[in-house]
């Protein structure tokens, strides 16, 4: 069919490679003449419009765009039991809880986190190409104060996560903006008639990936 112009249509991910990660790129297919009628046809005196659902992306950030950012910590200050991810403790609070101690024992600062992130982390550049594409949203249960740093790298996208308590550069706490936000946001943004392609790779994605239309 001639290729004309009118909305694309999802049709589902390629799996490729870049730079030795995993990654997803969307595939789309144009709609052919038989399904709208030529709208450059001189007989036709009106465009043909059509009700296409839209297609919005959701993903996580840590692992899918990012390296973990507690894995990369680890790695910069040879502390191991940082590597700790909600793949290993699925209760977000007591992990939490287990970091934040470990960074009063060695005395790591925001800054020093931060420092780390700005200066030691790759991120997932063609997400550039993805937007070009489809409106993506990035739902992720990291923090503003950590995720600057990557946001810059990744040319800001939208981010919803929550927020640290910091008092004198210290981490003394750490606040949910909502509870279960990926599954709630999903759910909103299919309330308004979106379709929702989402990607995750850890335990406390499973709810976004089951709330989405197509998961990954």
């Not at 730079?19 to 038989?34: K, P, Q």
């Not at 839209?54 to 040879?78: F, H, N, R, Y």
Request: hydrophobic share 40%; with cysteine; charged share 25%.
């Amino acid at each position: 069919a001639k290729q004309i112009a009118l909305p694309c249509l999802f049709t589902g991910w390629n799996p490729g490679r870049h730079s030795g990660e995993n990654f997803y790129s969307l595939r789309f297919c144009f709609v052919s003449d038989a399904d709208f009628g030529d709208p450059l046809d001189s007989q036709n005196k009106s465009w043909e419009i059509c009700a296409v659902k839209q297609s919005l992306v959701t993903l996580d950030m840590e692992g899918v765009l990012t390296p973990e950012i507690w894995i990369a910590v680890s790695e910069k200050t040879a502390i191991p039991e940082l590597r700790r991810t909600t793949r290993d403790e699925p209760d977000y609070d007591k992990l939490m809880k287990f970091r934040l101690n470990l960074l009063d024992q060695h005395g790591l600062k925001l800054s020093d986190i931060q420092r780390v992130l700005m200066l030691g982390v790759e991120v997932f550049r063609p997400l550039r190409e993805l937007r070009a594409l489809v409106q993506v949203i990035i739902l992720s249960d990291t923090f503003e104060e950590f995720a600057q740093p990557l946001l810059r790298q990744l040319e800001w996208p939208a981010l919803l996560c929550h927020k640290l308590e910091v008092e004198n550069d210290r981490i003394v706490n750490y606040r949910l903006r909502i509870a279960d936000q990926k599954k709630k946001a999903v759910t909103a943004l299919r309330s308004l008639n979106y379709n929702v392609i989402a990607a995750g790779d850890s335990y406390n994605d499973t709810a976004m990936l089951l709330e989405s239309n197509t998961g990954f």
